[in-house]
């Protein structure tokens, strides 16, 4: 870890590292995937395939309500039990409608907004 970078920034991008392997699926109507770290954990190595194929499972279950998706606040994702490494690095997975540029899922730090 760099001098200059605290646990919290190297959280995010070690989270930032984890989840640009995931693709936007062409079939989903979700245009955004944001994620909020959970600063409690801190992210071990050996999790990273189990946590990006976790995220990747749990985001393919979902299908949000079009008009809830397409609003401001977008559509929080409710993690079960079945994603044990989401729930552990994640407090929060929103979902929205609008495309942006860059990937697909967005690791922002809380007070960020889009």
Request: hydrophobic share 40%; proline share 7%.
């Amino acid at each position: 870890m760099p001098k200059n970078m605290d646990a919290k920034q190297k959280l995010e991008a070690d989270l930032a590292t984890a989840v640009s392997a995931i693709e936007r699926p062409s079939s989903t109507r979700i245009g955004l995937v944001t994620v909020y770290p959970d600063y409690q954990a801190s992210f071990d190595d050996g999790d990273l395939t189990a946590f990006v194929n976790q995220l990747a499972k749990c985001l393919g279950e979902q299908v949000p309500e079009g008009a809830a998706l397409k609003s401001p606040q977008g559509v929080q994702v409710n993690v079960s039990g079945d994603y044990p490494l989401v729930k552990k690095y994640l407090k929060d997975v929103t979902l929205y409608a609008d495309r942006r540029i860059g990937a697909w899922v967005q690791v922002l730090p809380p007070g960020d907004v889009l």
